[in-house]
């Protein structure tokens, strides 16, 4: 893959600003403390994210659950107005197995950031990276351009559906771009999520793959949860780590961009 | 300003200072371990392990003196937070916290962590413990953090409704925000913390279901809570809360480590004070008056 401009890397610094519906999926509607910990993304952690992105003139993804938007519409209208895409994630931080069901999600969430944003949803991430047969073809359907939930590859790669390639880019995903893998701590006695790192470690991390991939011409496709990330220690160790990226020819953009780019490249005529 | 900051944003310390950090102990003792084993009210020294008891004694036994001698040789005021099973168990040693100028605040009477204890059972708890720290050391605690920061949907009226200073448990923001009640600010001082600021996070562990291992080298904790104090100090409006437990942080290396940090802290500006100072302060920058509550 060439990227414009001789970049070496296509990075996406996309977040997924789950904020309360991370919770209520774990059943936590009622637990004042868990919920806490999700108003704590858009509370805190995003206004230290925009300045961040603004700082650096970078624009990026933030995959939205409808849920989210309706608790802050006027946060997802700054994140708009701050020229970055909003991305489906969800009515609720869930998909359902059902395809018209998930349709009629998909339907209402791009019809609520319409509203918010004047977006029209082209870029897709499940929540919770569940994916399904249907999810495919009712992207293909719905016009998206680009999804962020395949983990086999580095990427990035046009899908192909009944044989024939599709004008739908993947830019995968993995834990290793994920924050939760290093900062997400949850005390409960199922499922306990213990091993919290420091922002300095998961970021080195991030690095390392960042040389080898950049050295590759890949992408990598973050995934960062402003409620996590969000912190001081966390986010400083991620503006270092961006500069360092900046630095070492990495093209930052959003999701739809990078995936608009690559089906010109393989001749593609897309709209908008 | 989003709603749930109210009162935090913009706030500016006193003489200068740029950050208000409160070193707060939850001294648990062995109710720590009770709570993590089966989470039911009836949990006693005889539903845990012995590992698990007398690792619960280390607080009591030996890491709450190297704690009080931090706190002494700095001339720094501290909060505890102690359950009513603690102060009935351990009375000397909570006489000493109090006799030594810190506060004693609520957290449970059996540090149950349940989500969902009922309401009554929640006002009893309170109504024993507070009546148990009230005698140890004279006034009613005026400060709140629920067991394993497990706030009830009830918790914020309650405590509203008992005169409480502040809370200590959520996870919101780094602001001290107060209270809202129908879109106005009620005197319920909001102090949150967050797990990487708790030793528990890095120094607890147990083979005991639900089993929790993870312990960190010192260095490693340091450098996330200087990072975090660095990065919250140049904020300006900020606080950090560090959550310890005296079985935890007691440890010899451990409270050597702390005690640099803190040295580190007051250098840069920091107001280090108890969790019922900061409230009240905070109260009064939003032109609430503290009444008779002794601090």
């Known amino acids: 893959m060439k990227w414009p401009d001789n970049r070496r890397i296509a990075v996406m610094l996309a977040f997924d600003l789950d904020a309360e519906t991370l919770w209520e999926a774990y059943q936590d509607r009622d637990h004042p403390s868990n919920m806490s910990r999700g108003a704590y993304g858009p509370v805190q952690g995003m206004p230290r994210i925009l300045t961040m992105l603004d700082k650096y003139l970078i624009r990026t993804t933030f995959f939205v659950p409808a849920r989210t938007a309706l608790r802050y519409p006027d946060l997802i209208r700054d994140i708009a107005s701050r020229g970055h895409e909003i991305g489906y994630h969800g009515y609720e931080h869930a998909s359902s197995p059902d395809r018209d069901q998930e349709r009629e999600n998909m339907l209402r969430a791009e019809q609520l950031m319409q509203k918010l944003t004047g977006q029209r949803l082209r870029v897709h991430r499940a929540p919770s990276g569940s994916v399904y047969d249907y999810t495919l073809p009712l992207l293909l359907e719905r016009g998206y351009i680009a999804s962020s939930n395949w983990r086999n590859t580095d990427g990035p790669f046009i899908h192909r559906l009944d044989g024939r390639e599709i004008p739908l880019v993947e830019l995968p995903k993995d834990s290793i771009f994920d924050d939760t893998a290093y900062d997400m701590y949850i005390e409960r006695p199922i499922r306990p999520w213990h091993n919290l790192r420091s922002g300095r470690d998961f970021v080195q991390v991030w690095l390392d793959e960042f040389d080898a991939l950049a050295a590759e011409g890949r992408m990598i496709n973050f995934v960062l949860h402003p409620q996590f990330i969000g912190r001081v220690s966390r986010l400083n160790a991620l503006d270092q780590a961006v500069a360092y990226m900046l630095d070492n020819g990495a093209w930052f953009d959003t999701n739809g961009n990078v995936a608009r780019y690559i089906l010109r490249e393989h001749g593609h005529d897309i709209d908008g | 300003m989003p709603k749930q900051t109210n009162g935090g944003e913009g706030l500016k310390w006193p003489n200068g200072k740029r950050i208000a950090v409160m070193l707060s102990f939850d001294f648990d003792a062995e109710s720590l371990h009770f709570s993590r084993f089966n989470q039911t009210p009836s949990c006693s020294r005889e539903t845990i392990s012995f590992a698990d008891y007398s690792r619960g004694r280390y607080g009591p036994d030996e890491g709450l003196r190297r704690c009080l001698d931090l706190l002494r040789a700095r001339q720094l005021r501290a909060t ?41 059972e929640e006002l009893a ?16 605690p005026c400060g709140h953090r629920a067991p394993g920061s497990v706030m009830q949907t009830y918790t914020v009226e309650m405590l509203a409704a008992r005169g409480y200073l502040y809370s200590s448990s959520l996870k919101t923001c780094d602001w001290a925000y107060l209270h809202q009640r129908n879109g106005q600010k009620i005197p319920l001082v909001e102090l949150p913390s967050d797990y990487c600021l708790d030793d528990y996070t890095y120094y607890f562990y147990t083979l005991s279901e639900p089993y929790h291992r993870s312990l960190y080298n010192n260095r490693y904790v340091r450098e996330i ?18 959550k310890l437990h005296p ?49």
Request: glycine share 10%.
């Open chain 2, 80 to 120: 505890f937070f102690v359950p009513g099973y603690v102060a009935e168990t351990y009375p000397d040693q909570v006489r000493e916290i109090a006799s030594a100028g810190h506060e004693l605040a609520y957290h449970g009477y059996l540090h149950d962590t349940r989500l969902g204890i009922p309401e009554a």
């Open chain 2, 225 to 242: 809570w200087r990072d975090e104090f660095d990065g919250l100090a140049a904020e300006g409006d900020k606080i950090m809360c560090l």
């Open chain 2, 125 to 140: 708890n309170m109504e024993i413990s507070e009546t148990l720290l009230e005698r140890l050391c004279g006034r009613r």
């Open chain 2, 247 to 295: 079985e935890l942080i007691g440890r010899a290396s451990r409270i050597r480590m702390l005690g640099e940090l803190v040295d580190y802290m007051q250098e840069q500006g920091a107001w280090i004070g108890a969790c019922a100072d900061v409230a009240a302060y905070v109260l009064r920058e939003n032109g609430f008056s503290i009444g008779e509550v002794s601090l």
